[in-house]
């Protein structure tokens, strides 16, 4: 007989959905259907079933091929490395646990590493601006139960958050949006048409790297100043009766992604941004939000914010204090520099997604990648250590992209033997004790 | 002689990227999904070929084949799309303006035909890179 889990949490992007229902073998090892979740979500859940999942850690041998090693060996191999460099790069942390991260930070602090989460290439710029002016934020509850004008800015969630859209901004009827989508103005900003646009009411082109032009000019026409005939390509009388629309209505929030944070003026995009939600709320209620990526991105940020005070790039090599400073402790730049002698992937993969540069620079270092799969950080790496999925075979606690913390649910066994992530670094924590006692 | 034009790339997640990651980075709806660089029809004439056709797209950093499709997400002429992935960041400047953020979206270019040469697969793009054996 199968059985149906309930209520499961999708570890996917931010939105962190929380009605996912999944069906499972009797056995509890296979997942036979998931409902309720996006395309990228289910297939996640599916991916754990599928045939050819390393199951042991895989060492690379001269030759350029992988031998399989015991957990043992690996732990020892990991430890030495990070007890040998002098400054170690320990990367990822998006999606894992939190509980897993506070064991990680602990083997950070002790081997002297440097600790950085995705946002690093993500929205780090945004915790730059929100340290620079702060951020006058909301969770997405009182965005389903109150927002009538919603702004999506940089950002395409039908896309990268497929369910935002339904669960909180577009589509649901909440406590005081009773008409749903007819209750509510939703406008999309962006240099191409995207599938976000195809849902909003108005959709204002703005030339690509012209939006910090443009969240000026709205700002001034808050002001009741006056504009040029156009501003990044959008006309000033589209921006005057925007605003005015704005300034109309009852609860207002700007969504806003990578955008703003990955094009020219990165951090003061996002400034000025918070600094315009700043300005409406003179009018009327405004909120503005992040959209976080990784599930638990924020988790990462919340974990090391309130360990260290920083919420990425957290420099541990002085021992007695923690140091920050984007530009120098932050992955890509610390690369680039070769400032770094060994790395540490964790639930994530840099070997996609950091640009080309780096990815060169990490592969001539000892680099170790934890990781539940096969990606392009593993075949770089000197080790391979896989691990349970968080959010599917082991639980543990993330946060949602409105720092709303919330527990994932363990739905099948993984595979036998295997170690989840709490309990590899454990291993490794207690190992790098051992080296450094003998020292 | 080989027509070459000049673009502003952006790079960005696509949902189909998603779910080819998700379906594993050394999958087929991966490949699909990333090895493509999205081009306005106008910019495709200009350059002189047909959709679906292989183009060199080379940065100040380095190069990469990928496949020009038209976009799905209208794209205006003069810029285009290269889902993020391996294939996008051979040719993201990294430098940050001590931010840490680099340079995914708004920088040049250059474009021209390549219909004969092969699109490497997501880890042969990297080892390629990396100087490591590719098999």
Same mark, same amino acid.
């Given at each position: 007989?199968?059985?149906?889990?309930?209520? @499961?949490?999708?570890?996917?992007?931010?939105?962190?959905?929380?009605?996912v229902?999944?069906?499972?073998?009797?056995?509890?090892?296979?997942?036979?259907?998931?409902?309720?979740?996006?395309?990228?979500?289910?297939?996640?859940?599916?991916?754990?079933?599928?045939?050819?999942?390393?199951?042991?850690?895989?060492?690379?041998?001269? =030759?350029?091929?992988f031998?399989?090693?015991?957990?043992?060996?690996?732990?020892?191999?990991?430890a030495?490395?990070? #007890?040998?460099?002098?400054?170690?790069?320990? !990367?990822?942390?998006?999606?894992?646990?939190?509980?897993?991260?506070?064991?990680?930070?602990e083997?950070?602090?002790?081997i002297?590493?440097?600790?950085?989460?995705?946002?690093? #290439?993500?929205?780090?710029?945004?915790l730059?601006?929100i340290?620079?002016?702060?951020?006058?934020?909301?969770?997405?509850?009182?965005?389903?139960?109150?927002?009538?004008?919603?702004?999506?800015?940089?950002?395409?969630?039908?896309?990268?958050?497929?369910?935002?859209?339904?669960?909180y901004?577009?589509?649901?009827?909440?406590?005081?949006?009773v008409?749903?989508?007819?209750?509510?103005?939703?406008y999309c900003?962006?240099?191409?048409?995207?599938?976000?646009?195809?849902?909003?009411?108005?959709?204002?082109?703005?030339?690509?790297?012209? =939006? !910090?032009e443009?969240?000026?000019?709205?700002?001034?026409?808050?002001?009741?100043?006056?504009?040029?005939?156009?501003v990044?390509?959008?006309?000033?009388?589209?921006? !005057?009766?925007?605003?005015?629309e704005?300034?109309?209505?009852?609860?207002?929030v700007?969504?806003?992604?990578?955008g703003?944070?990955?094009?020219?003026?990165?951090?003061?995009?996002?400034?000025?941004?918070?600094?315009?939600t700043?300005?409406?709320?003179?009018?009327?209620?405004f909120?503005i939000?992040?959209?976080?990526?990784?599930?638990n991105?924020?988790?990462?940020?919340? @974990?090391?914010?309130?360990?260290?005070g920083f919420?990425y790039?957290?420099?541990?090599?002085?021992r007695?204090?923690?140091?920050?400073?984007?530009?120098?402790?932050?992955s890509?730049?610390?690369?680039?520099?070769?400032? @770094?002698?060994?790395?540490?992937?964790?639930?994530?993969d840099?070997?996609?997604?950091?640009?080309?540069?780096?990815?060169?620079?990490?592969?001539?270092k000892?680099?170790?990648?934890?990781?539940?799969?096969?990606?392009?950080?593993?075949e770089?790496?000197?080790?391979?250590?896989?691990?349970?999925?968080?959010g599917?075979?082991?639980?543990?606690?993330? !946060?949602?992209? =409105?720092?709303?913390?919330?527990?994932t649910?363990? @739905?099948?066994?993984?595979?036998?033997g295997?170690l989840?992530?709490?309990?590899?670094?454990?291993?490794?924590?207690?190992?790098?004790?051992?080296?450094?006692?003998?020292? | 002689?080989?027509?070459?034009?000049?673009?502003?790339?952006i790079?960005c997640?696509?949902?189909?990227?998603?779910?080819g990651m998700?379906?594993?980075?050394?999958?087929?709806?991966?490949?699909?999904?990333c090895?493509?660089?999205?081009?306005?029809?106008?910019?495709?004439?200009?350059?002189?070929?047909?959709?679906n056709?292989?183009?060199?797209?080379?940065?100040?950093?380095?190069?990469?084949?990928?496949k020009?499709?038209?976009?799905?997400?209208?794209?205006?002429?003069?810029?285009?799309?290269?889902?993020?992935?391996?294939?996008a960041?051979?040719?993201?400047?990294?430098?940050?303006?001590?931010?840490?953020?680099?340079?995914?979206?708004?920088?040049?270019?250059?474009?021209?035909?390549?219909?004969?040469?092969?699109?490497?697969?997501?880890?042969?793009?990297?080892?390629?890179?990396?100087?490591?054996?590719?098999?």
């Amino acid at each position: 007989m199968t059985k149906v889990v309930k209520d @499961v949490i999708c570890p996917f992007c931010g939105t962190l959905c929380d009605d996912v229902e999944i069906t499972v073998s009797d056995d509890n090892k296979k997942i036979i259907s998931v409902r309720n979740a996006c395309a990228i979500g289910a297939e996640k859940f599916n991916h754990t079933s599928l045939p050819g999942r390393v199951t042991r850690p895989r060492m690379r041998q001269p =030759d350029g091929t992988f031998k399989e090693v015991s957990y043992d060996e690996a732990v020892d191999w990991t430890a030495k490395t990070l #007890v040998n460099a002098r400054k170690t790069l320990m !990367y990822g942390w998006a999606s894992t646990s939190c509980q897993a991260m506070s064991v990680g930070h602990e083997i950070a602090e002790k081997i002297g590493g440097i600790v950085d989460n995705c946002a690093t #290439v993500c929205h780090g710029s945004s915790l730059i601006a929100i340290q620079d002016v702060g951020v006058p934020s909301c969770t997405l509850g009182e965005v389903k139960n109150r927002a009538d004008r919603v702004i999506f800015w940089g950002c395409n969630p039908a896309h990268a958050h497929p369910r935002h859209m339904s669960r909180y901004s577009i589509f649901p009827r909440g406590f005081f949006t009773v008409k749903g989508h007819k209750g509510r103005k939703i406008y999309c900003v962006d240099c191409r048409y995207t599938d976000t646009a195809r849902c909003a009411d108005e959709f204002i082109q703005v030339q690509q790297g012209y =939006d !910090y032009e443009l969240l000026n000019a709205f700002r001034t026409a808050a002001r009741g100043e006056v504009l040029p005939d156009t501003v990044g390509g959008v006309p000033k009388e589209k921006i !005057y009766e925007i605003v005015e629309e704005l300034k109309g209505g009852r609860f207002g929030v700007i969504f806003f992604g990578m955008g703003l944070t990955h094009t020219m003026g990165r951090n003061h995009n996002i400034d000025i941004a918070i600094a315009l939600t700043r300005d409406m709320n003179d009018f009327t209620k405004f909120n503005i939000m992040a959209m976080r990526g990784h599930w638990n991105v924020t988790g990462s940020g919340q @974990v090391l914010a309130w360990q260290y005070g920083f919420p990425y790039a957290v420099d541990l090599s002085r021992r007695t204090k923690a140091r920050y400073q984007t530009g120098e402790t932050t992955s890509v730049d610390l690369l680039i520099r070769n400032e @770094v002698d060994a790395c540490f992937n964790i639930a994530t993969d840099p070997g996609a997604h950091f640009p080309i540069d780096s990815v060169v620079s990490m592969s001539k270092k000892p680099t170790v990648t934890i990781d539940p799969h096969i990606n392009m950080s593993t075949e770089i790496s000197d080790l391979h250590i896989p691990v349970a999925m968080v959010g599917v075979e082991v639980g543990g606690c993330a !946060y949602r992209m =409105d720092n709303v913390p919330i527990e994932t649910r363990k @739905v099948v066994d993984p595979p036998d033997g295997m170690l989840t992530d709490v309990e590899l670094l454990t291993k490794i924590n207690e190992r790098v004790d051992e080296l450094m006692g003998a020292k | 002689m080989t027509k070459k034009i000049t673009l502003n790339m952006i790079t960005c997640r696509s949902i189909f990227q998603g779910v080819g990651m998700e379906a594993g980075k050394t999958s087929q709806k991966y490949f699909n999904a990333c090895s493509i660089i999205e081009m306005h029809p106008e910019d495709m004439k200009k350059l002189g070929i047909w959709k679906n056709t292989n183009v060199r797209v080379s940065s100040s950093v380095g190069s990469i084949v990928v496949k020009a499709v038209e976009p799905r997400e209208l794209l205006v002429p003069g810029l285009c799309h290269i889902p993020m992935g391996p294939w996008a960041n051979r040719i993201v400047p990294a430098y940050t303006f001590s931010t840490g953020e680099p340079c995914f979206k708004g920088f040049d270019v250059e474009i021209e035909p390549a219909i004969n040469e092969p699109i490497l697969s997501a880890i042969d793009v990297v080892k390629d890179a990396c100087g490591l054996p590719i098999k």
